[in-house]
């Protein structure tokens, strides 16, 4: 079956960076996208960005330009998402999806990353 | 990217049916076929229950039904049941040479 499995929680201080890692198994992995989705405390999603596995091609919210990193490992089907200078307005819980085209139909379990001094 | 607007609340008794509204622009609901709608229970991660507006996952069950016009769209929950009783969230397509997309505001669901 189709599984996404994000690692760990996470605590940073304002400035630092984090990374966060998506295994994927149970389809075959260059053949679907991989997208990146935020939720802060009682808030909506918010997308970040995504990456195709495929041939490496990623596409980042303009807010998150400069920031925001997506990687793959294919060897290990694992996608990686770096986030640097975090502020305490990053504070979210980080959800990797399965992205066939223009929908997200398996979702990780989330990643809570906090920022605080 | 603004978020698209839905509604902070709905409810309905059991059995009967709620209608949340999601409205985007002409970059994105109106542009697209691509409307997708979540649903997210408490300390869960979002469940795709529609998609291109109107199709369902095999596992979801056809109470749940999609629609859209103009810059709306629209998701209906028939037959309410408690287990509906959780946050539900639209998503569009909004970038034909970027791969943007954009959620709603969400609307959380009371089952009375």
């Known amino acids: 079956q189709v599984q996404l499995v994000q690692s760990g929680t996470e605590v940073k201080k304002p400035g630092a960076s984090v990374n966060v890692s998506c295994k994927a198994s149970?389809?075959?992995?260059?053949?679907?996208?991989v997208t990146w989705v935020r939720q802060a405390p009682g808030q909506g999603p918010e997308w970040l960005g995504s990456?195709?596995?495929?041939?490496?091609?990623?596409y980042y919210a303009q807010k998150f330009q400069g920031r925001l990193t997506l990687t793959t490992d294919t060897s290990t089907t694992t996608v990686f998402m770096e986030l640097r200078s975090l502020r305490s307005d990053d504070t979210a819980i980080y959800f990797c999806?399965?992205?066939?085209?223009?929908?997200?139909?398996?979702w990780g379990q989330g990643t809570l990353v906090t920022v605080s001094s | 990217q603004s978020a698209l607007t839905q509604p902070p609340s709905a409810s309905g008794s059991p059995g009967q049916s709620v209608t949340i509204s999601c409205t985007g622009t002409s970059n994105d609901i109106g542009a697209y076929k691509y409307v997708s709608w979540y649903q997210q229970h408490p300390g869960k991660a979002p469940k795709l229950l529609l998609y291109?507006?109107?199709k369902r996952p095999s596992e979801v069950p056809d109470r749940f039904s999609g629609s859209k016009s103009g810059n709306t769209a629209s998701l209906t929950v028939s037959g309410l049941q408690a287990e509906d009783e959780a946050a539900y969230y639209c998503?569009?397509?909004?970038?034909?040479?970027?791969?943007?997309?954009?959620f709603g505001t969400g609307t959380t669901v009371t089952v009375l």
């Open positions: 291109e507006v109107t």
């Open positions: 999806a399965r992205l066939p085209p223009r929908r997200f139909d398996y």
């Open positions: 998503s569009s397509y909004a970038g034909l040479n970027n791969f943007h997309y954009v």
């Open positions: 149970g389809y075959p992995f260059k053949s679907y996208g």
């Open positions: 990456i195709s596995p495929y041939n490496g091609n990623t």
